[in-house]
């Protein structure tokens, strides 16, 4: 397969699977399924909506209305011309809440890894519309890999990205995961979204203009809202380490805490036999 070769324009978004909206950035792909309460998915740096596939219908089936779309610069959505920043991903969630008519009621947020600071920075900034919020393996600046340090140089990234971008993302897929072999189909989905241009650029220019250092911040200020928190962590996690979970803890004292054994980063995905119930259970009390 041959990499970032097309645009994502309107002809070619017509033959894509799943629905779009135009914002003031660009056109958005989401799936917005079921009735009840609202429950909206945030994916993390690198992998498209479809990392949600067991949480989503599990929670479509268990009577929640879910909302999954993908983040400007990956999956489907617009690649973007301008820097990924907070302010971005702020933007893109509020204005698709706002334009699939979701803001009149207070929704739920699920975050994954860079996904957990998007929706940690969403709920400080917009606490009125929020009920609960679950991180998963959430992003910390303690615990920033050596890829993304070395990516917020600037003349180092333009070198990574040219000679061995394609490699350190794809090695980067089995560190997901504690047993990588269980998910034979997880790189053919992976790769669909390379075929668009922009999506190296998009990673790079995330990698280099988000502000994860102001999370620490923002981890403080949504601990002491009146906003029920959970957290799952991978006891197998290497992308974020698993110790980082203690940060998390001091800095919300109440949040509900489920270590998931066996499981990487992405412990959602690789063990919705455990993380499904517990995950229904903090929804529905």
Not at 24 to 30: E, P
Request: hydrophobic content about 40%.
């Amino acid at each position: 397969m041959e990499f970032e070769t097309q645009s994502l324009t309107k002809s070619i978004r017509n033959t894509l699977e799943g629905t779009f909206v135009k914002t003031t950035d660009g056109y958005i792909h989401y799936q917005l399924k079921g009735e009840g309460e609202c429950i909206v998915l945030v994916h993390g740096m690198t992998t498209p909506f479809f990392v949600w596939n067991p949480t989503f219908d599990f929670l479509v089936e268990h009577g929640f209305k879910v909302l999954r779309y993908d983040l400007f610069g990956r999956g489907y959505s617009d690649r973007v011309n301008q820097r990924y920043d907070v302010d971005l991903f702020d933007r893109q969630l509020n204005e698709l809440l706002n334009s699939l008519e979701l803001s009149s009621q207070k929704v739920s947020l699920i975050g994954l890894s860079l996904g957990g600071g998007i929706c940690a920075n969403f709920v400080n900034r917009h606490k009125e519309l929020i009920k609960k919020v679950c991180l998963i393996d959430p992003v910390h600046p303690a615990g920033l890999p050596q890829t993304m340090k070395l990516l917020r140089i600037p003349i180092l990234n333009r070198l990574i990205k040219r000679f061995v971008g394609k490699k350190i993302l794809f090695g980067s897929l089995e560190n997901n995961f504690a047993n990588y072999r269980n998910f034979p189909h997880f790189k053919e989905e992976f790769t669909k979204q390379l075929k668009f241009k922009g999506y190296s650029n998009a990673i790079i220019s995330t990698m280099v203009h988000y502000d994860y250092r102001s999370l620490n911040q923002v981890y403080n200020n949504i601990g002491k809202l009146n906003i029920p928190i959970c957290l799952f962590w991978g006891e197998d996690d290497i992308v974020v380490p698993y110790k980082i979970n203690e940060k998390f803890r001091t800095a919300i004292p109440d949040i509900i805490f489920h270590p998931i054994k066996e499981a990487g980063h992405l412990s959602h995905h690789e063990k919705p036999e455990i993380v499904n119930p517990l995950l229904l259970s903090f929804l529905k009390q």
